[in-house]
């Protein structure tokens, strides 16, 4: 009884009656409008990168205090010069989030992510990162202070065509003149 019953699951183990079935694939799609996202990711990390400038990420740090919330709790878990190198890692992953189709400005426009000075905005600011990422692991200040000079470029150039003016419904719009370079 003990051998058939064996037999009869080794036997069916074998068959199978339908290829099991592909996970849906994920579409990006854009989950934020442009300044939310460039709030939420870039700014934070663009500051972290700026700040090595005249903060050694290298230098000891207090202890966390457990009871003060996730911020303080894991502030001490990626930082120093990890966070320094991973707020790089953002600020390159970023380039490729401001390129996801159909992402709107805070004004309701489409990101211009077909015009060329976007796309060279786009690749400087994945370039900017990369060198941060670079500046950060050798763990050398007056290389973060250099490399920022760097960042703040790249930032500027989408900034200055595409966001720096008063009248917020222009944004997103560049300006004849003020073209990436």
């Known amino acids: 009884m003990t051998a058939a019953a064996v037999m009869f ?6 068959q199978s009656t339908a290829p099991p079935t592909p996970a849906p694939a994920h579409t990006p799609q854009a989950y934020s409008n442009l300044a939310q996202l460039m709030r939420g990711i870039p ?11 005249s903060q050694d990420p290298g230098a000891q740090r207090n ?21 320094v190198e991973n707020s790089a890692l953002a600020l390159s992953e970023t380039a490729n989030l401001v390129m996801i189709p159909g992402r709107v400005c805070e ?14 905005a786009a690749a400087q600011l994945a370039e900017a990162g990369k060198a941060a990422l670079k500046a950060a692991q050798s763990k050398n ?8 000079d760097t960042v703040a470029a790249a930032c500027s150039t989408c900034h200055e065509p595409y966001r720096d003016f008063d009248d917020q419904s222009q944004r997103c719009t560049p300006v004849e003149g003020k073209k990436a370079e």
């Open 9 to 14: 699951v080794a036997c069916g183990q074998g």
């Open 43 to 53: 700014f934070t990390f663009a500051n972290i990168v700026f700040d090595a400038q």
């Open 63 to 83: 202890p966390a205090d457990v009871g003060g919330g996730a911020t303080a709790t894991f502030k001490n878990v990626y930082g120093g010069w990890q966070e």
């Open 107 to 120: 004004n309701g426009k489409p990101v211009p992510v077909q015009e060329e000075t976007f796309i060279k």
């Open 141 to 148: 200040l007056d290389a973060m202070i250099e490399v920022s």
